[in-house]
Nanobody, 124 residues
Framework: QVQLVESGGGLVQPGGSLRLSCAASGSIFSINAMGWYRQAPGKQRELVAVITSGGSTNYADSVKGRFTISRDNAKNTVYLQMNSLKPEDTAVYYC??????????????????WGQGTQVTVSS
């Protein structure tokens, strides 16, 4: 079936940069949108950035001007370039995909999948 594989998380100093990647694979007909969410300990999951297959984007106010979301439609992959990182950016980052795919009985339907999450830690 469908899988979302995330990579790029890690430990970085304040002011540093990281690039997250998320590749969708499986019985995908087309992707409507992909995005990134994050959740810090003791806090609710929040939207970071979303991009549609047509290129429209949406960012959380806290990351505007620092983060950039992009995609490679041919590879069903979304990226998140994170610059000027701050300690408050520390969280588990989750990839999300809204896509059309084939069910077990062969019908085309819409799915909403999540990756397993990747840890981003910003600390001195």
């Amino acid at each position: 079936q469908v899988q979302l594989v995330e990579s790029g998380g890690g430990l970085v100093q304040p002011g540093g940069s990281l690039r997250l990647s998320c590749a969708a694979s499986g019985s995908i007909f087309s992707i409507n949108a992909m995005g990134w969410y994050r959740q810090a300990p003791g806090k609710q999951r929040e939207l970071v950035a979303v991009i549609t297959s047509g290129g429209s984007t949406n960012y959380a106010d806290s990351v505007k001007g620092r983060f950039t979301i992009s995609r490679d439609n041919a590879k069903n992959t979304v990226y998140l370039q994170m610059n000027s990182l701050k300690p408050e950016d520390t969280a588990v980052y989750y990839c999300n995909a809204d896509f059309l795919g084939y069910s077990d009985y062969g019908a085309l339907r819409e799915y909403d999948y999540w990756g397993q999450g990747t840890q981003v830690t910003v600390s001195s």
